[in-house]
Nanobody, 124 residues
């Protein structure tokens, strides 16, 4: 059974940092492109970042570029999202996702597996 479990969310002041983790079980993440999405209250889920299978190429949404960093540890079957210089508009539930497509688009439909999400709240 494939499962993704996120952790590391919480409440932080603007300008602060958090690191999210996503641990996979039931499959090997090295075979998948891994991504992070987020969904703010009352809004649609949106793409944040992704890292391809071999962890060489990363892509970021313009809104987080330069502040967020995605990384993966295939040996630990874990993907991370380091979030720095957080802003109140970063407040959302953050979801980890896995895609069997080598270079998926930013569309939700191109991701096969999803975690349950972890809440990130940034206070002003």
């Amino acid at each position: 059974q494939v499962q993704l479990v996120e952790s590391g969310g919480g409440l932080v002041q603007a300008g602060g940092s958090l690191r999210l983790s996503c641990v996979a079980s039931g499959y090997t993440i090295s075979s998948y492109t891994m991504g992070w999405f987020r969904q703010a209250s009352g809004k649609e889920r949106e793409f944040v970042t992704r890292i391809i299978r071999r962890g060489v190429i990363t892509t970021y949404a313009d809104s987080v570029k330069g502040r967020f960093t995605i990384s993966r540890d295939n040996a630990k079957n874990t993907v991370y999202l380091q979030m720095n210089s957080l802003k109140p508009e970063d407040t959302a539930v953050y979801y980890c996702a896995a895609s069997s497509i080598a270079f998926p688009s930013n569309q939700i439909s191109q991701y096969d597996y999803w975690g349950q999400g972890t809440q990130v709240t940034v206070s002003s």
